[in-house]
């Protein structure tokens, strides 16, 4: 996964082996297509193993403070904000023409 969380942008790919070609191909997307105006590339988490010590004590971490999410927007705020993710309802006429016909 290739995460920008100033840009809000994510690219996430899957691959059935995961080799030093497979990597190569990764970056060269990130730079060539991706990002091709960036002058620099921060690049983050060497191994699995490190990845997972670091997500592993964040996690704790979280945990320990009992971390809650505090939000900063009212409930009216939310749903203009978040429009994108409420349904929408048509209004639909009811024919109430069968209504007349039971008898």
């Not at 840009?7 to 060539?32: C, F, K, P, Y």
């Not at 010590?53 to 927007?73: C, D, G, M, P, Y």
């Not at 409930?75 to 639909?92: G, I, N, S």
Request: hydrophobic share 35%; aromatic share 10%; charged share 30%.
């Amino acid at each position: 996964m290739f995460f920008d969380p100033n840009g809000g942008w994510r690219r996430v790919s899957n691959r059935d082996s995961r080799t030093s070609i497979d990597w190569a191909e990764e970056i060269r997307q990130l730079l060539d297509v991706d990002y091709p105006q960036a002058n620099k590339v921060k690049l983050l988490f060497p191994t699995s193993e490190k990845l997972a010590s670091e997500l592993n004590a964040w996690q704790k971490e979280r945990n320990r403070t009992a971390s809650k999410v505090i939000w900063h927007f009212t409930t009216q705020d939310a749903r203009v904000k978040l429009k994108h993710l409420y349904p929408l309802f048509e209004d639909v006429e009811t024919d109430n023409s069968n209504a007349s016909n039971k008898a």
